[in-house]
């Protein structure tokens, strides 16, 4: 900035002149301070930015409990450790932060091995310790270990919970009539406190007709509909084999019920375009889109005209693959990936009371990985069934049971649901947390509980999610 001085001008009495007798001597000109400018003042020199971090985070393979650690602990492994000291195992730490992507591929391969690695080389493949309780990929603003990045991170966190096979109908209808929402009392906190839940509606709420399939029609009270609220419920898949059990006038009255009742469903309709429809939900700006399919028969696959779910014939239950049916789904799949920044397919498939998926289950989800699909999530064999990796999907065969009053075998009686963390619409974190189920109703399992049910799942998976 430049600064101006004004210039003063004096009056000066004319030297030699006198004045006329008659005039007073004028009087003495008063002096003019003198103008000064005061001392400009140097800005202060600015403080350098300091540059941008990212969560540093500590990675399990898949197969273990996340731990906790304490800051000190953390930092310690981070500094100079070799080897890390996890629920009294001894891991080999391996430092990710000049190649994550390695570290985590070796990760995922070796569960003897912690990795360090910049949050953005996480996805669901592996888990991550929490520290000092925080959790990186749920408060990264709040985490305490960082690294210096290029540029920070501020993604929109969606949570995603997906339960199993719900089955309000029969000896479980017949228990809580004074108290519908009962069965989801154990979890509703849990569940109700993700963005977006959803679970296979596995019954009608309408007895309007005969039972077709005998003790194995099952029809809920509509008014079991208040426990889905009550554990925040977003939508249900209908795609399942019993939306048929008492007929088509019942099946309709169903679709009708949820309708007034303002929840959400896809995978089943009054007709084939409503049936293959997805469901949309946005979240803080991220959409997030879901497909359900059916392949076990029973109920009626959907016409044009008529109502029933979003069939896709398939070993072993209804015969052959229909490779024009799935060819219809797969094209949903695509289109549906271009609206939406996370696709979902929840399929209905696979044979019961085992926990082997069928080698069919595995080509199909390849088609809809291929399509589009980020995370396949399987249900019907009321038996938790293995997880895999095709491409860069996780394939979820079977979830189990969620509530039912199966009770022949322990397996029917456990299950695990899946919460799913995802970062702008990306695939984070995928945890199973196991339950086991006491006269109709899911409860946490305890710590031997969860062991076996996790030792189940992990038996028949492979990859990243096979046991350690």
């Not at 000064?36 to 403080?47: L, N």
């Not at 990212?54 to 981070?78: F, K, N, Y």
């Not at 570290?103 to 991550?128: C, F, K, N, S, Y």
Request: glycine share 10%; with cysteine.
């Amino acid at each position: 900035m430049r600064y101006s001085v004004p210039v003063l001008a004096l009056a000066l009495a004319v030297a030699g002149c006198s004045a006329p007798p008659s005039e007073p001597s004028p009087e003495p000109t008063a002096p003019v301070p003198a103008t000064t400018t005061a001392a400009r003042t140097p800005s202060p020199t600015p403080s350098p930015t300091p540059p941008p971090t990212v969560p540093l985070v500590l990675a399990v393979h898949h197969s273990r409990t996340p731990p906790d650690l304490t800051r000190a602990a953390a930092e310690g492994i981070v500094g100079s450790s070799d080897v890390a000291e996890v629920a009294d195992e001894t891991l080999a730490v391996v430092d990710g932060r000049e190649d994550p992507g390695a570290a985590i591929e070796q990760l995922t391969q070796d569960p003897g091995v912690l990795a360090i690695v910049p949050v953005g080389a996480v996805d669901e493949r592996v888990r991550v310790a929490t520290v000092d309780a925080v959790d990186p990929l749920l408060e990264p603003d709040a985490y305490p270990l960082t690294v210096e990045a290029d540029e920070a991170v501020e993604p929109t966190i969606t949570t995603v919970t997906i339960v199993g096979d719900i089955m309000l109908g029969r000896r479980v209808g017949a228990g809580i009539v004074d108290d519908p929402a009962a069965p989801f009392r154990p979890f509703a906190e849990r569940l109700s406190a993700a963005d977006v839940t959803i679970g296979n509606f596995e019954s009608t709420l309408s007895d309007n007709g005969q039972p077709i399939q005998g003790g194995d029609s099952f029809a809920a009270d509509p008014a079991v509909l208040e426990g889905l609220r009550l554990a925040g419920f977003d939508a249900v898949s209908l795609a399942n084999n019993h939306m048929g059990d008492f007929g088509d006038v019942a099946m309709a009255e169903s679709f009708a019920i949820f309708d007034d009742a303002g929840i959400d469903y896809f995978g089943g309709g009054p007709d084939l375009d409503a049936a293959r429809a997805p469901w949309i939900v946005e979240d803080d700006g991220v959409s997030v889109g879901f497909i359900g399919t059916e392949s076990i028969g029973e109920a009626p696959g959907a016409t044009a005209d008529s109502g029933g779910t979003n069939r896709l014939n398939m070993p072993p239950r209804t015969g052959p693959l229909d490779e024009e049916a799935l060819d219809r789904i797969a094209g949903d799949i695509a289109a549906l990936d271009e609206q939406v920044d996370t696709v979902i397919v929840v399929p209905h498939w696979g044979a019961q009371y085992t926990h082997a998926p069928e080698p069919i289950q595995h080509d199909v989800a390849a088609r809809f990985a291929e399509a589009g699909a980020d995370l396949v999530i399987g249900g019907h064999p009321h038996w938790v069934q293995g997880w895999e990796v095709i491409g860069e999907t996780t394939v979820v065969h079977s979830l189990g049971n969620f509530i039912f009053d199966m009770d022949f075998n322990r397996e029917v009686q456990e299950g695990v649901f899946v919460e799913i963390v995802l970062w702008d619409g990306e695939v984070k974190a995928m945890a199973p947390v196991p339950y086991v189920i006491d006269d109709h109703i899911p409860r946490p399992a305890e710590p031997e509980e969860a062991a076996k049910i996790l030792a189940d799942m992990r038996s028949t998976s492979t990859g990243p999610y096979a046991a350690g």
